[in-house]
């Protein structure tokens, strides 16, 4: 069974803290991984993630795939209270089917 | 349009009523996938439509819930019979080819029946 596994489930950290969230994955036919921020309803895309060991930078944010291993870590440094959201990651399949994970809740407190 | 739009963006209904969502997607986008979000929980898949294939029903829960994709833009999903465990927060996302490759949301319809 297709599936992707996020850890932790939630998160409590300072603002400035750094923070490190998980995604395994056991997918069929991977093509690639995507990252996303949930703060109210609409998911806002992150990062795409296709090859291995290349890092995705934007700002504070970073990802990193490893395809081997298959799992994706997304780092966030120098927490602020608006990092404060449910982050999704996804695996899309080769036949455009994504499969979501049940994502990690994160509360940056002042 | 420039997004997913989706409406209405709040619907309160009674127990055993019909309702309609709908979600015009971003043009060009040839995949519309339809998602429900309870509260707390991750995305769980609803329904996919890629151009003129049939559509992936295969994360439907019941035979209350139906979709439909006219001319490939437009999508109405119908929900009869609402019941209580239908509350949740519905979301639509479409898609495109290379970089449009990834999904790109609505702002998702909150449903609540009463």
């Known amino acids: 069974e297709d599936k992707v596994v996020q850890s932790p489930l939630s998160l409590v950290v300072h603002e400035g803290d750094t923070v490190t969230l998980n995604c395994s994955y056991e997918v069929t036919n991977f093509r690639s991984l995507l990252w996303y921020k949930q703060e109210k309803k609409a998911p806002t895309f992150l990062f795409m993630l296709t090859s291995s060991g290349i890092e995705k930078k934007s700002g504070r944010l970073s990802s990193i795939l490893d395809k081997k291993e298959l799992f994706s870590i997304l780092n966030i440094t120098a927490t602020q209270t608006g990092d404060s959201a449910i982050y999704l990651c996804a695996v899309r399949q080769g036949g455009n089917q994504f499969y979501f994970g049940t994502g990690t809740s994160l509360t940056v407190i002042p | 349009g420039a997004g997913v739009s989706q409406s209405p963006s709040n619907k309160v209904t009674e127990k055993g009523k019909d309702v309609e969502l709908r979600c015009d997607p971003i043009?060009?986008?040839?995949?519309l996938y339809w998602y429900r979000q309870s509260l707390g929980q991750g995305l769980e898949f609803l329904i996919y439509?890629?151009?003129?294939?049939?559509?992936?029903k295969s994360g439907l829960p019941s035979d209350r819930f139906s979709a439909e994709r006219t001319g490939g833009s437009v999508s109405t999903l119908t929900i009869q019979r609402t019941q209580q465990e239908d509350s949740a927060v519905y979301l639509c996302a479409s898609s495109g080819t290379g970089l449009n490759e990834k999904l790109f949301f609505g702002s998702g319809t909150q449903l609540s029946v009463l």
């Open positions: 439509f890629q151009g003129n294939s049939a559509p992936d």
């Open positions: 043009s060009g986008h040839t995949a």
